[in-house]
């Protein structure tokens, strides 16, 4: 399968969900259930019909499919909340969703509020005096439902119709689903005259409630659903106590709160072993009678997890995190920024396809550099996390010094294959000696290193779910994911290693293996180049000009030991041309040294980048709620200089004078959130959407509360298409 081809089906993978929006685009507004793959849902009403001057009350009936779930009106850590926007006959009006209590959905160490199964979103609608009895309503909605299972998110729009009659008189309950609306009215939360005060103290909220319902009585088991998201950290478990003055819960600050502490009220849903209502928490002292003889301790998370998601560290988890890493390991090999280590790959697989003993040698080795440094990666990351550091995958190309080391080393590799240098044996016939000119399977273990070290930075489909699940699991189980990563990425190369037949298949050893092996140089001079590019992006000219030096001076230093080693005698012209090419090396370390303590410029605002795409500016949160404010919809693009993958989608994709055009037509806003070097922003706003790297690309509509995340693959169309469904 040639690489066309297999690019094609990877687009095909990374653009799937695009399509099954597309197919509810088009759905008819005939009245009844209508459906896509994971969801049916009617507009059904609770009587048998409506009295003019009064309200009737109709719900959106979902009907969920198994091991999918949709939202409450805070979603929680993913996810956004169904939206309904109505058509109405004139002096009609429709109220706001009656939510019911959600269930808890614990994923992968998120922790999400939505529903699954049958649930009915019930909404009142005033019924003008004027409408005329013998009659009907004809009420229409759009709904918009965001679809999740613990692998995908699918935006699902339908159009659901109702014909409600108008009689006089007080109506009966509508026989198929009037009293199952009526239930959930009559255990929906409401205001039950609870007093609640919170406040932040010491890195924790305390929420104190009393009176009301809560008066005179243990409540049991609680649990606290705020309104608004990023109040309270949701997966942290929420414990309290129970005591003569009221109910204690001491809840985890979401980052909105850690990072500007309480603004106002905190509205949200109390949810005890009697029932739920609605609070608002006003800031001030909780209640303080709770610590006294008879207070009871309450394991507010004890209550059991809704249906539908597995514990952070379970082994269903793991083993799906496991699985989804050996496919983004597999489908890594195909992203851009790992292309020239392929070439590597291709050289040391040539230099011993026809040696099956060799070649199986390398194989192993190949896969023993691969594992062994994506567990050096990992355990440095999840390190850095464990001592509170903010970074994410691809951590490593935010420090200056490890890029310009790395621009060094692959420059190192393309003189070691334009034969300035080798190490090792002598030269040898072509097809006899390692192309790589490292010695046998010392050579591919470093291949596999570097293919590591230069593919990390790249995200590719079914990492976002892997990565975002290993960062939340015990160490143990991390470690597995990222070696289930490692076996992915090395397992092609691996097996055609391992399979005598596949390697017959490739050509005899010749002549050509040493001009391929000076072809595959410029790769890797590419990389260097790439390499340093991002170097004077963190840093600036000063350095990237020391940089420059110390290349010069590898560069030299090199060929001088080249001219040293083919000095077959060791003589005394040998032994000048090794300690003039030591005496080099050690010189360009000295200016890599002092090219990456080259102090910064100063970092100021981000400049707006004009051209033939759309205007950016930078990201941050407060712009993007500032154009959602205005009604205006935001493309977020979050990008690195060091993400291949990023730069080739903004050449192609996000940089056309048609999306520029689209996003003009619709008031769009474009933020750029770059990650090139550490920001600790962007890094918690990759984690709460479950990345762990870039690319990430968000699309916000106004009214939703939570973006959609587009294909890390992009084209123009794609784009596109999704800002119209976010004006529409």
Known sequence: MNLFVRVLILLALCLWPVPAMAQTAGQTTAVGPQRTERIEAELVPMSAWAAPGSTAVVAVKQTIKPDWHTYWRNPGDSGGATTLTWTLPGGVRAGDIVWPVPERQRISGLMNYGYSGVVYLPVPVEVPASARPGTSLPLTVRALFLVCSAEMCVPDELTLRLELPVREGSAPLDPRHGAAITRVLENAPGPAGIEARIVLENGVLTLGAAGGPLAGRDPGPSYFFPFEGGVIDHPAPQTGEWGPQGLTLRLQPGGETRAAGLTGPVGGVLVTAHGAWEIRAGQGVAPAGTTGSGALAIAADATPAASGGDSGTGLATLARAVLFAILGGLILNLMPCVFPILAMKAASLAASAHDVRHARRDGLAFLAGVLTTFLLLAGGLLALRAAGEAVGWGFQLQSPPVTAGLALLMLAVALNLSSVFHIGGGLQGAGSGPLARLPGGLGAFFTGALAVIVAAPCTAPFM????????????????????????????????????????????????????????????????????????????????????????????????????????????????????????????????????ARAPAPAAGPAAAVEGAGPTSAPWSATAVEAALAEGRPVLVNFTADWCVTCKINERTSLSSAGLKNAMAQGNAVYLVGDWTRRDDAITAELQRHGRSGVPLYLLYSPGSPEPRILPQLLTEGVVIDALKAAES
């Open 464 to 595: 976002a779910f892997a990565l975002g699940a290993a960062l939340v699991m015990p160490w143990p189980m991390a470690l597995l994911v990222f070696l289930g990563l490692g076996l992915g990425l090395a397992l092609p190369f691996v097996a055609v290693s391992l399979t005598p037949g596949l390697l017959a298949r490739l050509p005899r050893p010749g002549p050509w293996m040493e001009r391929l092996k000076n072809l595959l140089a410029f790769p890797m001079y590419a990389t260097a180049l790439w390499l340093a590019w991002v170097f004077s992006r963190q840093t600036g000219a000063e350095a990237l000009g020391l940089l420059f030096v110390a290349g010069l001076l590898l560069a030299l230093g090199l060929w001088l030991v080249g001219c040293g080693q083919a000095e077959r005698g060791f003589g005394r012209r040998g032994v000048f041309h090794l300690t003039a090419g030591v005496a080099a090396l050690l010189l360009a370390g000295a200016a890599l040294i002092l090219a």
